[in-house]
């Protein structure tokens, strides 16, 4: 069983910043595809960023030049640095992982979510 947990939302004014972590642990032989979504009150789910075992990241549009996605492969987390938040960031951020668990299977894990509300 994989589980991942979040850290690092909370209320922040505009213009602020805020980091998020997300550690996985439990059946995991290696690490695949990491990312950030959101989902915001009204909206669809959105992926924000997501960051790859090698290659180059991908971040949406809107967060370009102002969120960075990074990744501890020894620590088994991600990160995403927000900088520069506006209002419309608000909403509840997700974390995603691809991984190959010890029986070779391909596993898709979601954590629970953590809020991040940004106020004008």
């Known amino acids: 069983q994989v589980r991942l947990v979040e850290s690092g939302g909370g209320l922040v004014q505009a213009g602020g910043s805020l980091r998020l972590s997300c550690t996985a642990s439990?059946?995991?032989?290696?690490?695949?595809?990491m990312g950030w979504y959101r989902h915001a009150p009204g909206k669809q789910r959105e992926l924000v960023a997501a960051?790859?075992?090698?290659?180059?990241?991908n971040y949406a549009d809107s967060v370009k030049g102002r969120f960075t996605i990074s990744r501890d492969n020894a620590k088994k987390t991600v990160y995403l640095q927000m900088n520069s938040l506006k209002p419309e960031d608000t909403a509840v951020y997700y974390c995603?992982?691809?991984?190959?668990?010890?029986?070779?299977?391909?596993?898709?894990?979601w954590g629970q979510g953590t809020q991040v509300t940004v106020s004008s």
């Open positions: 995603n992982a691809d991984l190959t668990d010890f029986d070779y299977r391909s596993v898709t894990s």
């Open positions: 439990g059946s995991i032989l290696r690490l695949n595809l």
């Open positions: 960051i790859p075992c090698f290659g180059s990241t």
